[in-house]
């Protein structure tokens, strides 16, 4: 868990991420008003910023770093079989966010946004991720490849998918 107010962590940005810090500090420094748009704009810059996370691109860079120990669960959603594993009541349980109709289906995450319903039949432990302009589907263990998805959207152009 991070804690910090937006001046101290834009200056870290400045001094560890200058690439990061050129895009965000149009967003958190400039007087112009927030747009209704600014969130789209936000969005086509992404894939310009620093491709690091915070840990590596500016924590462990710098010294002064206050860290208190705590006890608490945690769980690092770095891929949807990570999120199945949370929301199920069982091994065996689909996870479903939207609409589903299942036939001897089971192990499942099933995650639509654009109220299309998904119908499965006789299908194990995948993932299945429908939004406007995209679908997901793949084998639960092999989530940890939509990195590399990730990759080739961006090598052949195709940001607005990201």
């Given at each position: 868990?991070?804690?910090?107010?937006?001046?101290?962590?834009?200056?870290?940005?400045?001094?560890?991420?200058?690439?990061?810090?050129k895009?965000?500090?149009?967003?958190?420094?400039?007087?112009?008003?927030?747009?209704?748009?600014?969130?789209?704009?936000?969005?086509k810059?992404?894939?310009?910023?620093?491709?690091?996370?915070?840990?590596?691109?500016i924590?462990?860079?710098e010294?002064?770093?206050?860290?208190?120990?705590?006890?608490?669960d945690?769980?690092?959603?770095g891929?949807?079989?990570?999120?199945?594993?949370?929301?199920?009541?069982?091994?065996?349980?689909?996870?479903?966010?939207g609409?589903?109709?299942?036939?001897?289906s089971s192990?499942?995450?099933?995650?639509?946004?654009s109220?299309?319903?998904?119908?499965?039949?006789?299908?194990?432990?995948?993932?299945?991720?429908e939004?406007?302009?995209a679908?997901?589907?793949?084998?639960?263990?092999?989530?940890?490849?939509?990195?590399k998805?990730?990759e080739?959207?961006?090598?052949?152009?195709?940001?607005?998918?990201?």
């Open positions: 868990m991070f804690g910090w107010n937006t001046e101290t962590l834009l200056e870290l940005f400045r001094r560890h991420l200058p690439k990061t810090y895009i965000l500090k149009f967003y958190f420094v400039s007087d112009l008003p927030p747009e209704r748009s600014q969130g789209a704009k936000i969005k810059q992404y894939y310009h910023l620093d491709n690091t996370s915070i840990d590596y691109g924590l462990e860079k010294k002064d770093i206050l860290v208190i120990p705590a006890r608490f945690w769980a690092d959603i891929h949807w079989r990570t999120v199945h594993e949370i929301l199920r009541d069982h091994p065996d349980d689909n996870v479903v966010r609409q589903h109709i299942s036939l001897d192990g499942n995450l099933i995650y639509a946004t109220g299309k319903l998904i119908a499965t039949a006789g299908l194990r432990d995948m993932v299945i991720i939004t406007a302009d679908i997901l589907v793949c084998p639960r263990d092999k989530t940890q490849d939509v990195k998805i990730t080739l959207l961006k090598k052949r152009k195709l940001l607005k998918y990201l």
